[in-house]
């Protein structure tokens, strides 16, 4: 196995500070120390600040669920990459709800991810096409698309963080999201079998897209994780709803773990 499974927890528009603090000082014990997962949960930004202190001397990592991609200047109601590194090893960009509800093109998208290089955070760079693009057969056009310039001109560090671990594809169907209708797990794989990592093949080369984790998303449970982590191409997954679950945050973990 070339990929260390991965398991982020999107937590959305949900949680104030105390609910924040009370949800990690649960989660805690239960994910701590479970060797051969990485753990990463994202809280709204006004709760990175306690949470990224409750994870001190944790092997549980932080992100933000978006950025901005300039460093400073008169952005009224962004935060910058700089302000996210303060915190955060990896930040979420392009998610489908920045695309539809705040207007995020791949262009955007692209900007973020650099930025996000630039300051040595981690991407979890998502994608993934909406029902209407399923129904009619589009989902692989609409896919190769957004790795193709979300990712165009992202140049890896040939030493170092050059081993592609520094950089999170999420497959998240929009019509599975929230709607407790997941793809099964063989489509999902298959998508990023056929469309998603010969996509990263073509922009980094073949050796690299091996070593890029591509996560699933869309209504993934405690029940159907094992399902997803049995695919040869799904290294983990993004999860919304059932992050917020202590029980079933940790039992997606374990069924990670290789
Ligand atoms: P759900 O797990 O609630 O379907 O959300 C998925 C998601 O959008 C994670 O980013």
Redesign the pocket.
Known sequence: MIRKPLIAG?W?MHMTVADARHLVSEMVPGLQSKSGVDKVVCPPHTALLAVSSLLEGTDIALGAQNMYWETAGAFTGEISPNMVAEFCEYV?LG???RRTFFGETDKDVNRKVQAAFAYGLTPIF?IGETLEEYEADRTYEVVFRQVKMGLEAIQFDNSGDGDGSNLVV?Y?PIW????GRAATPTDANQVIAEVIRPALGELFGEGMAQRIRVLY?????GENAQGFFSQSEIDGA??????LKVADFIQITLAAVR
């Open positions: 999107n959305k979420i998610h489908s709800e998502c999420a998240e599975a999201i929230g709607t998303g869309g209504s993934v449970n993004l999860v919304g709803g059932a992050s």
